[in-house]
């Protein structure tokens, strides 16, 4: 694997299923992981899965501890889309070199089922690693060989091995179908909506003019409800203020009214006052009440003025001016300013609806354009795919000939749904894809779901990883225990094309044959301590005899015998051999 392309460096995990703590030295090429039988492998691809966005499990979480936490070390490019991401998310890289940097991902889970994700240093929303895991790492286990009998994942393996370029034509027909599909929904809504529209646009109108002949103005109600109250008592304003002004200021007095009082009192004061200085005041004090008195009697007889004598007709036109506005209330209210704004935004709603025909027209040329276009890229589309699917038949039954499996033939079918109907078509085209896999000459080639068993799928898979990684690659595949079902000389193949595969990329395989181990370039093994748990010490990086013990152990489950020893040595020189 070149440098360039990244991979995962180092793996660290803690109190995630039987593992206690250990730190997994993983690095570019092709690592092994072995170990007995519950001693932790499959939970190393847990751990991944839960870097890479997958759903966690409280289950998983060690017994007795609070919470399992995993952490990852990538070296990836120091620019791209990933990085990008990452920014994006608010966390950063640490640079390597000029083309290279480190990112660190981390996730943890509690025991009641919180779950927190760490993008380079910074907390992130777990679907930021789902993203960056499709960019980072293909993953594979016995789920996803049932996966591969979908007409989905067979059309997805297909799109990749078709290319970048392809994948450009893909996401320009999406773009299309997206605003085809949309309009269309927009115009039939329109068209089945048609009616009720019209007669909202017609209420509307009768609203806006029944509302414009009243011409209501902001805070009108309020006033006229303040001159009602005012009108309504008239008489008794009229009364109350004429006998304030008489007890203030009588036109006829005998010094009773208030200013005759106080001229009175200022009077008094003003004779005596040269005798005491400290009435001077006094009188001053008086005269300015004098003074004030006598302003506000001649503003009561201002305002006893002001009070029109045809108080009874005024009063009816407010009242009739206040039914008015109450009846625009109660139909277009709750409040005078909800009718006062249906006025304002009932121009703009009435241009809305009345361009509904100008809409329909437009819509309805913009639909047939775009269905036209629609079928055109998906034609194109259907072509590529079905010479990429003649490529993809030949280069994949060429692999299984390699992986034991030489009479086999892969059939990539490409079947196009009727175009003439507008519903066939999807946001991936109108196109079927079947891999059929005819198992020797003469038999009818079979859907991967109803023609293979367990070990042949899984060479399939690997057969179609291992041509589409030249036209998609990805920079690092996780292989779990795909090597099931399979043994002897088709197991020997496997490693061999598991090594072919990690020379453009990283490769991690969880297996428990000697016969894929042997060809790994890093081979580690997991051990449970005598307490059931795995710990940091359990998890080693072999080499030399203790990696052929390994291996002998893997072969015969006799790790000290002689002839298990010999042939596990046997086994790594011959695929050391190969791999050179």
């Known amino acids: 694997m070149t440098d360039a392309r990244g991979g995962i460096e180092e793996i660290s995990i803690k109190d995630l299923g039987v593992i206690a703590d250990a730190s997994l030295p993983l690095g570019a090429g092709f690592t092994a992981i072995t170990g007995e039988t519950g001693a932790g492998k499959t939970m190393v691809v847990s751990a991944l899965g839960l870097l890479l966005g997958e759903r966690a499990d409280t289950g998983a979480v060690r017994l007795g501890s609070s919470q399992a936490w ?14 990008s991401r990452v920014r ?20 943890s889970v509690s025991a009641e089922g919180r779950s927190r994700a760490v993008v380079g240093g910074r907390s992130a929303p777990v679907s930021v690693l789902t993203e960056l895991g499709e960019q980072l790492v293909v993953v594979h286990g016995q789920s996803d060989q049932i996966r591969l009998r979908s007409a989905i994942a067979q059309r997805a393996a297909l799109d990749r091995f078709a290319g970048p ?36 646009a017609e209420d509307l109108r009768v609203a806006m003019a029944e509302i414009e002949s ?14 009602a109250e005012r009108l309504t008592n008239l008489e008794d304003l009229r009364l ?59 503003q009561l007889s201002t305002y006893l003025a002001t009070l029109d004598a045809d108080g009874a007709h005024e009063l009816e036109v407010v009242q009739e001016r206040r039914s008015e506005l109450a009846i625009l209330i109660r139909k277009y209210g709750p409040t005078l300013d909800d009718v006062i704004r249906t006025l304002e ?93 005819q198992p020797h000459p003469g038999a009818e080639p079979r859907p991967l779901g109803k023609g293979a068993s367990g070990g042949e799928l899984s060479r399939v898979m690997l057969a179609i990883e291992v041509v589409i990684a030249g036209s998609d690659p990805v920079p690092t595949f996780i292989f779990d225990e795909v090597d099931a079902g399979v043994g002897g000389a088709s197991a020997i193949e496997i490693g061999r094309r598991l090594a072919r595969l990690a020379e453009t990329a990283q490769v991690i395989v969880v297996t428990h044959l000697a016969q894929v181990a042997a060809f790994a370039g890093n081979h580690l093994t997991v051990v449970k301590g005598s307490d059931g748990a795995v710990t940091a010490s359990s998890v080693r990086r072999l080499d030399g005899d203790e990696r052929i013990a390994e291996m002998a ?18 086994l790594v020189d011959m695929a050391s051999a190969a791999r050179r």
């Open 165 to 200: 370029q392809f994948a450009e034509q893909l996401g320009t027909y999406e773009q299309v179908f997206h605003r085809w599909r949309d309009n269309r929904a927009e115009l039939d809504e329109l068209i089945a909506d048609q009616d009720r529209r019209a007669r909202e």
């Open 345 to 437: 935004t009932g121009s703009l709603r009435l241009l809305e609806l009345d361009g509904d025909a100008d809409r329909i027209g437009e819509l309805t040329q913009e639909v047939e354009a775009d269905e036209a276009l629609v079928a055109e890229l998906a034609a194109e589309l259907s072509a590529e795919r079905t010479e990429a699917a003649a490529r993809l038949s030949a280069a994949v039954t060429d692999e299984l000939s390699a992986l034991a499996m030489p009479d086999a033939r892969i059939v990539v079918e490409v079947t196009q749904r009727d175009d003439a109907d507008p519903q066939t078509y999807t946001a991936s085209g109108r196109d079927q894809v079947a891999i059929l896999l």
């Open 214 to 227: 009243v011409a209501p103005q902001p805070g009108e109600d309020d006033e006229l409800a303040e001159r």
């Open 553 to 570: 152990r893997l072969l015969s489950g006799l790790p000290d015998s002689e002839s298990g020893l010999a042939h596990a040595r046997e």
């Open 70 to 83: 995993v952490e990852g070390r990538w070296r990836v490019p120091s620019a791209g889309d990933v990085v």
């Open 240 to 298: 109350a203020a004429a006998a304030a002004r008489e007890l203030l200021s009588a036109e006829e007095s005998e010094g009773t009214d208030a200013l005759g009082l106080l001229d009175n009192a200022r009077r008094q004061l003003e004779r005596v006052a040269p005798h005491d200085s400290a009435l001077q005041p006094l009188s001053e004090s008086v005269a300015e009440a004098t003074y004030l008195i006598s302003d506000i009697a001649a």
């Open 88 to 107: 994006d998310a608010g966390g950063d890289v640490d640079p390597i070199d000029a083309e290279e940097a480190e990112l660190v991902l981390s996730r």
